[in-house]
T-cell receptor, first 113, second 113 residues
Framework: GENVEQHPSTLSVQEGDSAVIKCTYS??????FPWYKQELGKGPQLIID?????GEKKDQRIAVTLNKTAKHFSLHITETQPEDSAVYFC????????????FGSGTRLSIRP | DADVTQTPRNRITKTGKRIMLECSQT?????MYWYRQDPGLGLRLIYY???????NKGEISDGYSVSRQAQAKFSLSLESAIPNQTALYFC????????????FGPGTRLTVL
């Protein structure tokens, strides 16, 4: 089955700098890669996703890149702000009627003022 | 997400007690999930249900059982709670026709003494 590894487990960056979180997956059949943000005391929420037919996707200050050959994908946050402080989860799945999403172990991102 | 509610939000119980966690959703989604979150281990799938008559084990189902009472309701039971089941539990829903994005409830913090 699918296995997703996520690094780093914790990340601290200066406000205004960029943050990068990396994930690798094991099942080459996986074709859908969402990223979730979990704020303190809340459940995770989808922030961006990418499908295997696309190499990069951007949404304002966040972007995700996918390298299918190497089986890794990354989340990039530019111009970080205090409200970006949260736990981020990557995930991978085969988008089909019988699929389950497998989550990475999470990255706790802290933004220093 | 207010569309997915969980009760109770916090629960402290003793070893050996039977516990039920409840999840309700107003999103009209067919798919519902129960996850467990432990520090450093991300989100691990306990059980999932793709429709009212469908129940499937996830990666850590031992010691847990579920009931899908209706499309909108999915409950998780711990028949005889043990301390290593102390964790944060999340319910989620999804709709395959909408990219299978998972919508999480606010979580239930369970402590087993």
């Amino acid at each position: 089955g699918e296995n997703v590894e996520q690094h780093p487990s914790t990340l601290s960056v200066q406000e205004g700098d960029s943050a990068v979180i990396k994930c690798t997956y094991s099942d080459s059949a996986s074709n859908y890669f969402p990223w979730y943000k979990q704020e303190l005391g809340k459940g995770p929420q989808l922030i961006i996703d990418i499908r295997s037919n696309v190499g990069e996707k951007k949404d304002q200050r966040i972007a995700v890149t996918l390298n299918k050959t190497a089986k890794h994908f990354s989340l990039h946050i530019t111009e970080t702000q205090p409200e970006d402080s949260a736990v981020y989860f990557c995930a991978a799945t085969l988008y089909s009627s019988a699929s389950k999403i497998i989550f990475g172990s999470g990255t706790r991102l802290s933004i220093r003022p | 997400d207010a569309d997915v509610t969980q009760t109770p939000r916090n629960r402290i119980t003793k070893t050996g007690k039977r516990i039920m966690l409840e999840c309700s959703q107003t999103k009209g989604h067919d798919r519902m999930y129960w996850y467990r979150q432990d520090p450093g281990l991300g989100l691990r799938l306990i059980y999932y249900s793709f429709d009212v008559k469908d129940i499937n084990k996830g990666e850590i189902s031992d010691g847990y059982s579920v009931s899908r009472q209706a499309q909108a309701k999915f409950s998780l039971s711990l028949e005889s709670a043990i301390p290593n089941q102390t964790a944060l539990y999340f319910c989620a829903t999804s709709d395959l026709s909408k990219a299978d994005t998972q919508y999480f409830g606010p979580g239930t913090r369970l402590t087993v003494l």
